[in-house]
């Protein structure tokens, strides 16, 4: 399931799969192995894994790579250690959003500022600067300079920006140029099933952010036009951090995920039209919602 990081996804997949295969103490984790076995990339396999460390649930040895500390028997609740590795890895990265929006950084900053500011050593700190790099509110400057891109920060702005996705996606929709990616549709039903599935439970504000917005930019991908696409993409990075503040309301998640079934449902039934009307009353429901007080 792709999106901007796995890491916490993974940390719970591979949790599963030490339950599931009733692996013991000791036992050796190769990181290819786990790739394969969960059908992802090796680099959000590591990162998982070091969370995993950082909960002592692996050991890393030199060259040799990770071992279980605790076998399956020993392993905490799902929801428990899942919880705590979203935690793990959010609690820098929201105390630099939240410094971002409040006007306590400047647009550019250093890395020994920053390091200095969180007490954070320059190996984490370019870990989560560089997950804000591929979210797209960060870009690196030349030696070790970062600065902050424009964000959505007022009531207004934001409301603007549900504005432009209610004029844009729907219509993206009935272009002659739309066509269904049969694999991405695939990918993205997967994705809002293992939500719907209790996923939405466990998820970080960030990955539910990102689940989202990459099903409304696969959907507008599919019309082929690259200036609705843009757009699109620009205003989901824009808006990206104020719904990070925003209190996630975890129990109406179900019915945007069952929404978001039901376009694609409608969209490989050959019904555009019915799709399109129903994308709309969909963004305009969440706007009504989600619009924050900034």
């Not at 969370?51 to 002592?56: G, N, P, S, T």
């Not at 929801?79 to 306590?104: C, H, M, N, Q, V």
């Not at 140029?177 to 990918?187: N, T, V």
Request: one cysteine or more; aromatic letters at 8%.
């Amino acid at each position: 399931m792709p999106r901007p990081s796995l890491a916490t996804q993974m940390t719970s997949r591979i949790l599963d799969y030490i339950r599931d295969n009733n692996l013991k103490p000791d036992q050796h984790l190769p990181s290819q192995t786990l790739a394969d076995a969960l059908k992802v990339s090796r680099a959000p396999i590591n990162g998982a894994l070091q969370i995993l460390e950082e909960m002592k649930i692996v050991r890393s040895e030199p060259n040799r790579g990770f071992f279980l500390v605790k076998g399956a028997s020993d392993l905490p609740e799902p929801d428990e250690a899942e919880s705590d590795a979203s935690e793990r890895e959010d609690r820098w990265y929201f105390a630099i959003a939240e410094d971002r929006l409040e006007g306590k950084l400047p647009d550019r900053v250093s890395e020994n500022e920053l390091m200095r500011r969180y007490g954070l050593s320059r190996t984490r700190l370019l870990k989560i600067l560089n997950d804000i790099a591929d979210e797209g509110w960060i870009e690196r400057l030349p030696g070790n300079g970062w600065e902050f891109g424009p964000l959505l920060t007022s009531q207004e702005s934001y409301r603007q920006g549900y504005q432009l996705r209610v004029a844009l996606e729907p219509q993206a929709l009935l272009l002659p140029s739309f066509e269904i990616d049969r694999a991405a549709f695939a990918a993205a039903r997967e994705q809002q099933q293992w939500l719907l599935e209790g996923g939405y439970k466990r998820a970080s504000r960030s990955e539910i952010f990102a689940a989202n917005a990459e099903f409304h930019e696969m959907l507008v991908g599919c019309a082929h036009n690259p200036f609705f696409l843009d757009a699109v993409k620009r205003v989901n990075r824009l808006r990206r951090l104020v719904e990070y503040r925003i209190t996630v309301d975890r129990s109406r998640l179900p019915v945007q995920c069952r929404e978001h079934i039901n376009i694609l449902t409608l969209l490989e039934k050959g019904l555009r039209q019915e799709a399109s009307d129903f994308l709309r009353v969909h963004i305009e429901g969440a706007g009504l919602i989600k619009v924050p007080k900034v």
